[in-house]
């Protein structure tokens, strides 16, 4: 939903004690991502790619 760089993916695994190149990170996509997307795409809902919202509310101190 929010672009993310691979340089922002390494500063977040930096920041809880993973130290790893941006790079290594592109590597790691290339290799796996086919695998993960034809394991992961039997259990996704399907979708036209399409929804709406009929109502929207936003809540503040309870009103």
Do not use: C
């Not at 993310?4 to 130290?19: F, H, I, P």
């Not at 941006?22 to 997307?37: N, P, S, V």
């Not at 399907?46 to 009929?54: A, C, E, H, Q, T």
């Amino acid at each position: 939903m929010f672009p993310v760089s691979y340089r922002d993916l390494e500063l977040m695994l930096e920041d809880r004690g993973v130290n790893v190149d941006h790079t290594t990170i592109y590597r790691w996509i290339q290799a796996y991502a086919a695998e993960l997307e034809k394991r992961f795409r039997p259990h996704l809902r399907l979708s036209n790619g399409s929804w709406r919202v009929d109502e929207t509310y936003i809540m503040v101190k309870g009103r």
